[in-house]
């Protein structure tokens, strides 16, 4: 079998706000083209280490991280612009959070700061990535319409399309379901499966049966440290630590 | 032992009676000013010079000269205002620099008006040597509604959610273009809001254009930016104090005309306000 190649290394990360650590000594490998589940329970860290992989902890005046992430082999602090960074290393919020711009300026909001204006570029990407974001059939012709107006799963699927639209590599979701029903749920999932063949996907959620349905690899993250990581199946069916054993079989968290 | 019923009534009356105690000056004034000044205005009384000392005419060049005044002080002021505030806002880490700047807008807003005329006297007519002009008496002006511009600029702007800068951070944007498109757009009405507040202000002020350009009498309009003015203000300060057998009628209309500018200039901000309070959708 061959293993995918690593598109994020992550070596001996740890992260404080103010003095309090909230991440020691993680080390993780993420395979291109696959899906990474983070689980845990809450304030394990799992937010704050997927905000570290493009580097939006920075704005948060008492964040300081030590430790290496490399996105293809690079250093994100040493050998990346952060606001390129961003564009390679996109994020889906836990809640929905379009601007209050229309459907199709929330879409190309990312590609107007790249100063394209060309309105022919930025109709066929904002149509791609609406496909791509199993939106484009419900929203086509309400791409005038103010974002807010769409319900709270077509929203999410917006902030996807809006994401994908700058073209990234690796799209983190934190928690993108939270807030959303089941059928909303299910079509994210369908997105994010389909997504994998193109990107890299990091999905961070407290749902561990949305972790088991979607994630190649799972990992379990317990008060900043990471405890376990495996391929989803054997983690949640022959997990070696036993606290990993006692969160997924709802002994606590 | 009074019943409880009695001391609730009692409690309402006297709370219903600070209430009224409100309303009832405001009443008053306006009562007075409109019954003895609405016979004084007429077309002509908005349009011609003032006449024999004052006395007779009109106050075209009273009204002229405050609109100059309030429109270079809110050119003067607005931008830098509105850069501060983005400064304080977005930009400035919480040091002893920055919490220094904020005690210094606090206390700018608590400065008498009658001192900044004197400041104004000081730096721009005497120390720039610009002289009693408008260029002087606007920036006068400016430096006093600054502080009014910062705060209600930085309460605008930290209105509009974190998330927004967020989300336009995320894809990819700088910080001046996540301000410039994902944040400033939404703080706008505030910023408006404020900075009519400030123009109402501006407007009614005496002593801050007393010693920088205010003209006893000059029944002309003023020709440069460095030439002297009237202005409503002091122009009824002037013919209620200076001038002996001024009619009543021109008193009190300068009265409601200055009070119109004020009141209108408070009603568009209370509408851009509401207009823009319901069309928020976060």
């Given at each position: 079998m061959v293993t995918p190649p690593i598109k994020i290394s992550v070596q001996n990360l740890n992260a404080f706000f103010s003095t309090a650590?909230?991440?020691?000594?993680v080390d993780i490998d993420i395979e291109a083209n696959q899906i990474l589940s983070v689980i845990g329970p809450a304030n394990s860290g799992k937010t704050t280490f997927l905000r570290c992989l493009n580097r939006?902890?920075?704005?948060?005046?008492t964040f300081k991280m030590t430790g290496r992430i490399a996105l293809d082999n690079k250093?994100?602090?040493?050998?990346?612009?952060p606001v390129l960074l961003r564009r390679k290393v996109g994020i889906i919020f836990a809640l929905p959070m379009p601007l209050p711009l229309t459907v199709f300026e929330n879409v190309v909001y990312g590609l107007r700061r790249q100063y394209i204006k060309d309105k022919k570029i930025l109709s066929e990407a904002a149509e791609k990535a609406l496909k791509d974001a199993y939106l484009w059939e419900e929203v086509k012709d309400r791409?005038?319409?103010?974002?807010?107006?769409?319900?709270g799963g077509q929203q999410q699927r917006l902030c996807i399309a809006r994401t994908l639209a700058v073209n990234p590599d690796v799209v983190l979701f934190d928690?993108?379901?939270?807030?959303?029903d089941p059928i909303s749920t299910a079509k994210i999932e369908e997105a994010m499966l389909k997504l994998k063949n193109h990107y890299t996907i990091v999905l961070v959620t407290n749902n561990t049966k949305q972790a088991a349905r979607v994630g190649d690899k799972t990992a379990f993250f317990l008060m900043g440290r990471l405890v376990e990581m495996a391929e989803t199946g054997r983690l949640f069916t022959?997990?070696?630590d036993k606290r990993t054993d006692d969160y997924i079989s709802g002994r606590f968290g | 032992m009074i019943s409880p019923r009695l001391t609730q009534k009692i409690a309402f009356s006297l709370l219903l009676l600070a209430t009224l105690m409100v309303i009832l000056p405001v009443a008053v004034v306006l009562f007075i000013i409109v019954k003895n000044g609405l016979p004084g205005i007429s077309w002509e009384f908005l349009t011609q010079m003032p006449k024999s000392g004052m006395r007779a005419g009109g106050i075209l060049p009273a009204i002229i000269g405050t609109f100059y005044l309030v429109l270079g002080a809110v050119v003067f002021a607005l931008p830098l205002g509105v850069l501060a505030a983005i400064y304080l806002s977005?930009?400035?880490?919480?040091s002893w620099m920055s919490r220094l700047v904020r005690l210094a807008i606090i206390n700018l807003a608590g400065v008498p008006s009658v001192v900044f005329g004197l400041f104004g006297l000081a730096?721009?007519?005497?120390?720039?040597?610009?002289?009693?002009s408008i260029l002087a008496g606007s920036l006068t002006l400016g430096i006093m509604i600054l502080p009014v511009i910062i705060t209600s600029s930085r309460e605008a702007l930290d209105s509009v959610p974190k998330s927004f800068r967020e989300v336009s951070l995320s894809l990819g944007s700088t910080k001046l273009q996540t301000i410039k498109y994902a944040v400033l757009p939404h703080a706008l009405p505030g910023i408006l809001t404020g900075t009519i507040l400030g123009i109402g202000r501006a407007a009614g002020e005496t002593a801050p254009i007393l010693f920088t350009v205010a003209a006893f009498y000059l029944p002309r309009l003023p020709h440069s930016a460095f030439d002297q003015v009237m202005a409503l203000p002091y122009h009824l300060y002037v013919l209620s104090?200076?001038?002996?057998?001024?009619?009543q009628k021109i008193r009190y209309g300068t009265a409601l005309v200055l009070l119109t500018i004020v009141l209108l200039m408070n009603l568009i901000a209370i509408m851009i306000r509401s207009y823009f309070r319901g069309k928020k959708k976060w």
């Amino acid at each position: 079998m061959v293993t995918p190649p690593i598109k994020i290394s992550v070596q001996n990360l740890n992260a404080f706000f103010s003095t309090a650590p909230s991440l020691m000594n993680v080390d993780i490998d993420i395979e291109a083209n696959q899906i990474l589940s983070v689980i845990g329970p809450a304030n394990s860290g799992k937010t704050t280490f997927l905000r570290c992989l493009n580097r939006l902890n920075d704005f948060t005046p008492t964040f300081k991280m030590t430790g290496r992430i490399a996105l293809d082999n690079k250093d994100i602090y040493k050998e990346y612009d952060p606001v390129l960074l961003r564009r390679k290393v996109g994020i889906i919020f836990a809640l929905p959070m379009p601007l209050p711009l229309t459907v199709f300026e929330n879409v190309v909001y990312g590609l107007r700061r790249q100063y394209i204006k060309d309105k022919k570029i930025l109709s066929e990407a904002a149509e791609k990535a609406l496909k791509d974001a199993y939106l484009w059939e419900e929203v086509k012709d309400r791409l005038d319409e103010q974002a807010m107006k769409l319900s709270g799963g077509q929203q999410q699927r917006l902030c996807i399309a809006r994401t994908l639209a700058v073209n990234p590599d690796v799209v983190l979701f934190d928690e993108p379901c939270s807030a959303l029903d089941p059928i909303s749920t299910a079509k994210i999932e369908e997105a994010m499966l389909k997504l994998k063949n193109h990107y890299t996907i990091v999905l961070v959620t407290n749902n561990t049966k949305q972790a088991a349905r979607v994630g190649d690899k799972t990992a379990f993250f317990l008060m900043g440290r990471l405890v376990e990581m495996a391929e989803t199946g054997r983690l949640f069916t022959a997990p070696q630590d036993k606290r990993t054993d006692d969160y997924i079989s709802g002994r606590f968290g | 032992m009074i019943s409880p019923r009695l001391t609730q009534k009692i409690a309402f009356s006297l709370l219903l009676l600070a209430t009224l105690m409100v309303i009832l000056p405001v009443a008053v004034v306006l009562f007075i000013i409109v019954k003895n000044g609405l016979p004084g205005i007429s077309w002509e009384f908005l349009t011609q010079m003032p006449k024999s000392g004052m006395r007779a005419g009109g106050i075209l060049p009273a009204i002229i000269g405050t609109f100059y005044l309030v429109l270079g002080a809110v050119v003067f002021a607005l931008p830098l205002g509105v850069l501060a505030a983005i400064y304080l806002s977005e930009y400035s880490k919480d040091s002893w620099m920055s919490r220094l700047v904020r005690l210094a807008i606090i206390n700018l807003a608590g400065v008498p008006s009658v001192v900044f005329g004197l400041f104004g006297l000081a730096l721009f007519v005497g120390f720039f040597k610009f002289g009693a002009s408008i260029l002087a008496g606007s920036l006068t002006l400016g430096i006093m509604i600054l502080p009014v511009i910062i705060t209600s600029s930085r309460e605008a702007l930290d209105s509009v959610p974190k998330s927004f800068r967020e989300v336009s951070l995320s894809l990819g944007s700088t910080k001046l273009q996540t301000i410039k498109y994902a944040v400033l757009p939404h703080a706008l009405p505030g910023i408006l809001t404020g900075t009519i507040l400030g123009i109402g202000r501006a407007a009614g002020e005496t002593a801050p254009i007393l010693f920088t350009v205010a003209a006893f009498y000059l029944p002309r309009l003023p020709h440069s930016a460095f030439d002297q003015v009237m202005a409503l203000p002091y122009h009824l300060y002037v013919l209620s104090t200076q001038v002996p057998n001024v009619d009543q009628k021109i008193r009190y209309g300068t009265a409601l005309v200055l009070l119109t500018i004020v009141l209108l200039m408070n009603l568009i901000a209370i509408m851009i306000r509401s207009y823009f309070r319901g069309k928020k959708k976060w």
